[in-house]
């Protein structure tokens, strides 16, 4: 079933997109974007994907004087989260977005079509942006367990 195989965390392998004003495919964060999506048992999502190599900027002052480097840190990102439903009929993935990095998406719930390969699971989008619809299709693989750090073992303790 969709709703077990999809729990757990999942490394970006890539990330292309076409518009339906440009056609052909892109690669809206670069050829070697990286990204990370998560998926719990209780129901909850959170997905992560950038554009490697960003310029480093300092943290915002409270007056907005940094607002130009922040823009351009934001464009190179793409994050939201929220509780997340499956559709095993039609093998699709309901993100309803509770947190996000582009404001037109809060509150709306974005629709993955969700396919399984070995380790690997595809997600197909057709997202309307400013621009028009983009078709976009994700690739991920399971990301392999991590050993507990020392960190987490002395916070799991007191």
Do not use: C
């Not at 969709?2 to 964060?29: C, K, N, R």
Request: charged share 20%; proline share 5%.
């Amino acid at each position: 079933m969709l709703a077990d195989q999809v729990v757990g965390t999942w490394q970006l392998m890539s990330f292309t997109a076409e518009y339906t004003e440009h056609p052909g495919i892109t690669y809206p964060l670069g050829q070697d974007a990286t990204g990370i999506i998560m998926y719990t048992a209780d129901g909850y999502m959170s997905a992560q994907i950038m554009r490697p190599g960003r310029h480093d900027y300092h943290l915002l002052d409270s007056d907005g004087d940094d607002l130009e480097q922040a823009a351009a840190a934001a464009t190179g990102y793409l994050a939201y989260s929220g509780k997340y439903t499956v559709d095993e009929s039609a093998q699709t993935l309901h993100h309803d977005v509770e947190v996000s990095l582009l404001p037109a998406w809060l509150g709306t719930i974005l629709i993955r079509e969700a396919t399984f390969d070995g380790s690997q699971l595809t997600l197909v989008a057709d997202d309307t942006f400013p621009r028009g619809m983009v078709h976009s299709v994700l690739v991920w693989k399971r990301a392999a367990p991590r050993p507990p750090t020392s960190a987490a073992t002395n916070r799991s303790s007191n």
